[in-house]
């Protein structure tokens, strides 16, 4: 054995000391500071695992020496280490920080020789920054960048809003037209999201209060205060959002199984109102869902996919709780499962001008020719009928020919019903989105899987603009993945694979998942004797709600187990009521709750029936997503801390669910107001970034939804998690060209000054002032209005304009308490609009 050390600095030989027991000692005393190389041979060949570096500093006489494979380089999930050796000094005096893609805190081991063993395990690839510190001074070389190589963490999140509602004791059937905020103790006024609890009770969706005092929640309609507005909410010391108080227990915070619950015991009844979030990060996905909550007692399990170390994040109004973030070692037998990823590069779509002959080609398996239809509309809302040609294999193409410039809809059905994907977007003209969230898929092959044939769905990817299209598809067996090339940004995928069970089917656009991937396939075996069975008296559409809906199935000497699942417009499901009749014979019974399309899965042994998920229309087939269409602002850009806004066009689309999601980096105050042909959607974000918006009716996504809008300006800290905020409107039937035509402001209410002594207090029976300038702010009308405690507008009240762009507002308060000045520009308020002055 030899051993010889290359110093930069210099050269000075080693000693090598035998053990007798297989291992050696190499020993060296380094006489200058700076990077030394050790090389260690044995028969003239290299050791594995050299040559390496030892970085040595000079400190009070005495080296301090850092070394090992940790300094440099490392694989995430796997545990690796380096030593420092602080000779002449005393390990005591050393510091380690570990920082990157995510904080890690290093195991550390000190021996009595001065040296210390420092171990530490990533969980996500990147560059880090390894800082070594004695008596508070970086040594030699410090910080160290190390690579840390291989896949990255899985992320799954889930979150438990209950811990956050608080309700204000009062019942309001429809909170469209309903505008809620929450003054603070301090004085600041802040837009809140107002819901109907599960108890009927209208209540704040997301409080979480960080000073005691008194809080007062107003709640308008129509700019109206609503019986008992505004309501006071006194908060404690024990109401104050309080991570620390947050108790935790389970065997499943330090060890669980792979595929198997492992549930937690949540306790936040002493931690005041805040959001619950746990997050599983990993080698691989995990399955989180809620068991049940009762009072801030919630119990959580989650199954991850594979064995491996994952880290569990919980945390209470955005604070990590006492522990969190703890690293769990999942165990069990790894699932066996297998990953196949095929990839397409798509070009950006042509673009076509007005009367071009267009087409796109689907392939709809299980559709009749005969009751096939397709529509296009146009930006106007103009309708009309488009030929669909029926080609091979269940190709259809659709051919039309769009007349204008604007996005257009393309409506695809197959007995009065939209297909799987439909409606799609169509842009004539330019255009102007685009993204990994503009991608849209569908077809029975995300629905539904059977082994040994090919499972289709189709892709269109020409709103989404240039890019990477890649399928993954990890199940118990090997998937073979085919595309089909077609024109205008459609494409065919087709997977066949060998072994039943659930198969994730992952969607990526440049590298990021398209909305709602990956979708969960469950897979059969060879459907045989299930193809039997046959289906009768289903009504697939003329049903109304809260009336039953029966029908039979007849298994036709199929043996097994039957079973039936309904899933609403709202995404609810429930079980049908199944009672055998007789032989082979059964009747299904439901009774749907909400209008919309509903999806009727039937199943026997855990195999669908064919045709099966069927769908019904519940309420009238006027119910169409095709003929909604969202405009404005709010759907491209947002400012964090002021109203946003766009419009959802309903008129001609007959009465159904109407349901607007907002995802994004936090929850946003989110409110409706019902306008002559639609509704218009007010939203305020509080942190800055990307935010998600997706609109449906009847459960299906508009055409264009869902849209991205960029949030800017100065807000809270983005949430560690996705939040999400959203609202469910019912809406009555709107034709177009019903009232007047609102007028449009183009003013900008932020522009506004207001300033003067009657904006700090009022005092009865003076007349105060208040100057308003307008000048930066555009157009618009200037309107104001004052409210007495008692819930009248104050008798005296006056504007004046004294010159060009500068208002007086003048008035004179003759009650005793808090007074309520609003100021609007166009139909905003001003900033710090409305004013709460006290007397």
């Not at 037209?177 to 609890?197: F, H, I, R």
């Not at 069970?501 to 045989?528: C, L, Q, T």
């Not at 508009?702 to 300006?713: D, M």
Request: aromatic share 6%.
């Amino acid at each position: 054995m030899d051993a010889e050390k290359e110093e930069m600095p210099s050269q000075h030989g080693p000693q090598i000391r035998d053990n007798t027991d297989g291992s050696i000692v190499v020993q060296y005393q380094p006489q200058v500071a700076g990077r030394h190389e050790v090389n260690i041979n044995h028969s003239d060949s290299p050791v594995p695992g050299t040559p390496f570096c030892c970085i040595v500093d000079s400190v009070d006489g005495g080296f301090v020496t850092a070394y090992g494979q940790g300094l440099a380089v490392a694989m995430s999930g796997e545990k690796t280490q380096f030593t420092v050796v602080t000779k002449g000094g005393s390990a005591k005096n050393l510091d380690v920080y570990i920082d990157g893609p995510m904080k890690i805190q290093p195991d550390r081991e000190d021996r009595p020789d001065g040296s210390s063993i420092i171990s530490y395990m990533p969980m996500t690839p990147g560059a880090y920054n390894i800082s070594v510190k004695f008596r508070g001074k970086h040594i030699k070389g410090s910080p160290f960048a190390a690579k840390v190589s291989g896949e990255g963490r899985k992320r799954s999140q889930f979150s438990v809003p209950e811990t956050a509602e608080y309700s204000l004791g009062v019942m309001e059937p429809d909170i469209v037209s309903l505008v809620g905020n929450v003054k603070t103790p301090s004085g600041n006024v802040d837009p809140c999201l107002l819901k109907k609890l599960a108890n009927g009770n209208l209540g704040i969706a997301s409080f979480t209060p960080r000073e005691r005092g008194r809080y007062e929640v107003s709640v308008l309609r129509d700019d109206r205060p609503i019986k008992g507005s505004p309501f006071r909410v006194d908060v404690g010391e024990k109401d104050i959002a309080h991570a620390s108080k947050v108790k935790v227990t389970g065997k499943a915070l330090r060890e669980g199984t792979a595929n198997s619950a492992n549930v937690l015991t949540i306790d936040a009844s002493q931690a005041g109102y805040g959001g619950l979030s746990v997050v599983v990060e990993g080698p691989h996905r995990s399955d989180i869902t809620l068991n049940d909550i009762t009072d801030k007692v919630a119990n959580v399990k989650y199954s991850p996919h594979e064995p491996g170390i994952y880290i569990l994040n919980i945390r209470f109004a955005d604070e990590h709780i006492p522990g969190s973030p703890y690293l769990v070692d999942i165990g069990g037998q790894p699932s066996g499962r297998v990953r196949e990823c095929g990839t397409k590069h798509v070009n950006a779509a042509e673009i076509v001008g007005p009367n071009s002959n267009c087409e796109l080609l689907l392939k709809l398996p299980g559709t009749n020719p005969f009751d096939m239809e397709a529509s296009l509309t146009d930006p106007s809302g103009s309708t009309e009928v488009v030929e669909v040609v029926d080609e091979d294999d269940f190709h259809y193409i659709i051919r039309f020919q769009p007349k204008v410039k604007g996005t257009h809809t393309i409506s695809v059905k197959h007995k009065s019903m939209h297909v799987s994907g439909s409606p799609f977007q169509y842009t004539v003209g330019s255009m102007v989105a685009s993204g990994h969230h503009k991608v849209q898929v569908g077809g029975t092959g995300l629905e539904r899987g059977e082994v040994g044939i090919n499972n289709d769905f189709n892709v269109y990817t020409r709103e989404a603009g240039s890019g990477e299209l890649s399928i993954a598809i990890e199940g118990p067996s090997k998937a073979k993945v085919s595309f089909e090339e077609r024109s205008n940004g459609m494409t065919g995928v087709s997977y066949v694979v060998d072994k039943p069970g659930k198969y994730g089917i992952h969607v990526k656009f440049n590298d990021e998942h398209i909305p709602n991937s990956p979708f969960i396939v469950n897979v059969a075996p060879d459907s045989g004797a299930v193809r039997k069975v046959t289906i009768h008296s289903l009504r697939d559409k003329g049903l109304e709600p809260n009336k039953p809906a029966t029908f039979s199935v007849n298994l036709n000497g199929a043996k097994g187990e039957l079973h039936a699942t309904i899933f609403c417009p709202s995404g609810a499901h429930e079980d049908c009521f199944i009672q055998e009749m007789d032989t082979d014979v059964y009747g299904l019974r439901f009774v749907p709750k909400e209008k919309g399309v509903h999806y009727v899965h039937i199943m026997l042994n855990d195999t669908h029936i064919p045709e099966s998920p069927y769908a019904m229309m519940v309420g009238s087939l006027a119910a169409d997503p095709a003929m909604l269409h969202a405009f404005g602002d709010g759907l491209e850009k947002a400012k964090t801390g002021q109203k946003n806004k766009f419009v959802v066009r309903t008129a001609n689309a007959g009465a159904g669910t109407l349901a607007v999601f907002i995802e994004g980096p936090s929850r946003s105050a989110l409110s409706c107001k019902e306008l002559d042909e639609g509704y218009e959607f007010i939203y305020t974000p509080f942190s800055p970034g990307n935010y998600l918006i997706t609109i449906k009716y009847g459960n299906i996504r508009i055409a264009g939804s869902p849209f991205q809008a960029v949030a800017t300006g100065v807000g809270r800290k983005p949430s560690p998690i996705t939040e999400q905020s959203s609202m469910v409107v019912e809406t009555v039937e709107k034709k177009p060209g019903t009232g007047k035509k609102a007028i449009h402001f183009t003013g900008d209410a932020s522009k506004v000054v207001a300033k003067g002594n009657g904006l700090k207090k009022a005092f009865t029976n003076r007349l105060l002032n208040v100057t308003i300038d307008i000048k930066d702010a555009g157009n618009a009308l200037l309107s104001v209005g004052m409210m007495s405690p008692s819930g009248k507008p104050e008798p005296e009240l006056s504007l004046k304009q004294t010159s060009k762009t500068v208002y007086t507002l003048s008035y004179k308060v003759a009650e005793i308490g808090e007074h309520t000045l609003s100021i609007k520009f166009g139909e905003d308020d001003i900033p710090g609009s409305p004013f709460m002055l006290s007397t």
